[in-house]
């Protein structure tokens, strides 16, 4: 197997070059963790995917821990001796909610299914996504709205969340393009509409994070998605939020 070393003093195992032999693959990982030992190294890192699952026994008894999961792929570490600390694993999910706005003061709302009161639009930012796709493409699916992004203006966490992790919910401001409802998720969304402001905020039936969230956030300019210069290569950063100037 083939492994390249990392800036901290740690081992990257390919998971291109690992073998299925179960015997193979135990003689060469070994081979791996004594020489990272001989050599005063980190962490070995190798990330089996499903089709290889059955050599994660192999890397247990060689000493090797659960780091993290993905559907389809799970990475295993081996800390040496000498390793204080080992990069956290995952532990925030990450959504998105639309508040957008039409000229006659009302708010865009969607219900769920069994469901009492109304929400945002918006919902999970998946693997690779941005906030600005995940809030627009969740728009589109739960309303039917076309909605151009203008600006993070709120954020809220949430502790315990989805199998013991944290969330971090982003409120972001829209413009809608369009102003016809046409609910596409119908599996989950049970109703959508344009509600009035006002009437959204002192409506009991509503929860109270949401009503305070939109009484404080109507009209609020926020963090507005902005380009820099030299935003590029390794360090390169997909979204950066900044307050605009007056």
């Given amino acids: 197997m083939e492994f390249t070393l990392d800036k901290f003093n740690g081992i990257i195992i390919n998971p291109a070059t690992v073998t299925y032999d179960v015997d193979s693959f135990h003689a060469e990982l070994n081979k791996i963790t004594e020489f990272s030992k001989q ?4 962490i070995i890192w190798i990330s089996l995917p499903i089709a290889l699952s059955h050599l994660i026994p192999v890397a247990t008894e060689l000493g090797f821990v659960f780091h993290n999961c993905l559907e389809d792929e799970i990475t295993l570490i081996h800390k040496s001796e000498i390793v204080e600390f080992v990069p ?3 532990t925030h999910t990450l959504g998105a909610g639309a508040l957008i706005t039409n000229e006659h003061n009302q708010v865009l709302m969607i219900k ?9 639009p918006g919902g999970h930012i998946e693997l690779g996504e941005s906030i600005e ?3 627009v493409r969740e728009t589109m699916e739960e309303t039917g709205i076309k909605a151009e992004f203008v600006s993070v203006v709120g954020m809220a966490t949430r502790h315990p969340y989805q199998f013991g992790k944290s969330n971090l919910y982003f409120v972001c401001h829209l413009i809608a393009q369009t102003q016809e409802i046409a609910i596409q998720d119908t599996d989950e969304i049970a109703e959508a509409k344009w509600v009035d402001v006002e009437e959204f ?3 009991t039936e509503n929860y109270p994070f949401n009503r305070q969230m939109v009484a404080s956030l109507v009209g609020k300019q926020g963090l507005e998605l902005t380009q820099l210069e030299g935003n590029s290569g390794p360090t390169h950063k997909p979204e950066v939020f900044f307050s605009k100037s007056e």
């Fill in 133 to 135: 796709e995940s809030v």
């Fill in 201 to 203: 905020i002192n409506n």
């Fill in 88 to 90: 956290f694993i995952p």
């Fill in 112 to 120: 769920e299914h069994g469901m009492t009161g109304y929400k945002l």
């Fill in 39 to 42: 050599n005063n190294k980190g």
